[in-house]
């Protein structure tokens, strides 16, 4: 089979996965095509500004020749396309392949024999070979394996973290045949100064990803659970993990919250336990583990009507500022953050709430922190961004705080006890 311009590569989606992908490649001298359905977002990459908040992202567009468009038939050269689109859950957490689905028909119009086709966005094992192929040879006309090759390498992005990178995390691949997964590895190896370890099939590397981040979900159940249960037994939990960290061994230190959110963690579990209910096995342990980690937003709300209550106020009509938009600190990205279910939670409870966060900027949010918490009986700390943790107890009490429901435990505890404040942390 013909090799198309080897140098020359399409990545479809330009968000916080394909964008950073799209750069690295860039750097390692491949001319890179990409494709995204949204046109202020092409604008701005053309325009060489970043669409979302990250600094290295921001920094490498300036230098970088990409190209950013709508137009799919911009895919015909490339010897790699690269699928980077979300893969969300709808409202009942059943997965949400439509946007896959949408990038595979654009593909599909324009691919040529020759061409090697990778997801990245984060599936379950089966979808590759029972959704992807189908609609690319069906639309196509061409025979995976034969014509073009399907490769499966799940994207390993962690928002906000300055020593992992698209460059430096090792990542696994799987694919249809051996002629697309050597590709494929090729492919990653230039590019990526980590291990690039090839998997036995599609749905191997598929269940990597889902796996991964349901071992993550399970370990911040974990700990949620006990946060709840030490906060009646007046127990400091994040000291016992911490005690239990110093076990060298076969301890992973998690830490409880207010919620759990992100695009990964609490979507990804849902991939897997839909994927095993379609063919026979209920996850139980999967499932409980979400309904604990979808807790802990009323479990929050709980903490300030008690704290509240310490100070004989009403949580009714009382004025409320939730601190923390986003569901990770030091980034703008809101997608399934526990924040809003906080909000919803303490509007039940008729209380007045606002909210700020300096990442976000919204009509439904305040503009800066003084008037968001100007005579507020209480506030929460719902995302850890540094700004925040540096915030004193003083600062709270000039400004008429009674009650500070810390979500993320990101506060010095004693200091705003000995202020006279009444404190709640997450299980402590
Ligand atoms: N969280 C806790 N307790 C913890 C860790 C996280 O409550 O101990 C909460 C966070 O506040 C957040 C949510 O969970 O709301 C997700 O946090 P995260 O640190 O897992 O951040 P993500 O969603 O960006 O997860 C990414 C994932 N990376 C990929 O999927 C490629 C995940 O696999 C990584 O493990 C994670 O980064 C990481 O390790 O930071």
């Known amino acids: 089979m013909e090799e ?47 669409p979302f908040v990250d600094e290295s992202v921001s920094r490498q567009l300036k230098k970088a020749s990409l190209e950013a468009t709508l137009d799919f038939s911009k895919i015909k050269d490339s010897s790699i396309i690269i699928i980077c689109v979300p893969t969300p859950v709808y409202e009942n957490h059943i997965p949400n392949l439509e946007p896959v689905e949408n990038a595979c028909k654009g593909i599909a119009g324009f691919l040529q024999k020759g061409q090697l086709v990778i997801l990245e966005s984060t599936v379950n094992p089966g979808v590759s070979e029972g959704t992807i192929i189908p609609i690319l040879e069906t639309r196509s006309g061409l025979k995976c394996g034969k014509d073009f090759y399907l490769a499966h390498c799940p994207e390993r992005i962690n928002p906000g973290d300055s020593k992992w990178n698209v460059e430096n995390i090792n990542r696994v691949v799987g694919s249809f045949c051996e002629e697309g997964l050597r590709r494929a590895v090729e492919f990653y190896s230039s590019i990526i100064q980590g291990e690039i370890k090839p998997m036995k099939s599609l749905k191997e590397a598929e269940a990597v990803k889902v796996v991964e981040n349901s071992f993550r979900d399970i370990n911040i159940a974990f700990v949620n659970e006990l946060a709840m249960s030490f906060s009646m037994l007046d127990i400091d939990v994040v000291n016992v993990i911490e005690g239990a960290a110093t076990k060298p061994f076969s301890f992973l230190p998690h830490f409880p919250g207010c919620g759990v959110g992100g695009h990964c963690i609490p979507v990804d579990p849902y991939y897997l336990i839909e994927y095993a209910k379609q063919n026979g096995f209920d996850h139980d342990f999967l499932s409980l583990a979400r309904r604990i980690n979808r807790k802990m937003p009323d479990f929050t709300a709980r903490q300030v009507m008690m704290g509240l209550n ?119």
């Open 310 to 428: 310490e100070k004989s106020i009403s949580i009714n009509g009382a004025k409320i500022a939730v601190l923390g938009l986003s569901y990770k600190a030091n980034i703008d990205d809101c997608r399934e953050s526990p924040s809003f279910d906080i909000i919803n939670a303490l509007r039940r409870y008729n209380a007045n709430v606002v909210s700020y966060d300096p990442f976000v900027s919204n009509k439904s949010t305040f503009q800066s922190l003084g008037p968001a918490i100007k005579d507020a009986q209480a506030v929460v700390i719902a995302t850890s961004h540094n700004v925040f943790k540096d915030l004193t107890p003083e600062y709270f009490i000039q400004n008429g705080v009674k009650v500070v429901v810390d979500g993320r435990n990101c506060l010095p505890k004693e200091k705003f006890l000995k202020a006279g404040l009444v404190y709640k942390g997450i299980g402590r």
């Open 4 to 50: 198309l311009n080897s140098k020359t590569i399409s990545i479809v989606g330009l968000g916080y996965v394909g964008l950073p992908l799209a750069l690295l490649a860039d750097k390692n001298g491949y001319m890179v095509i990409g494709i995204d359905n949204n046109t202020e977002k092409i604008k701005l990459i053309n325009d060489r500004i970043s």
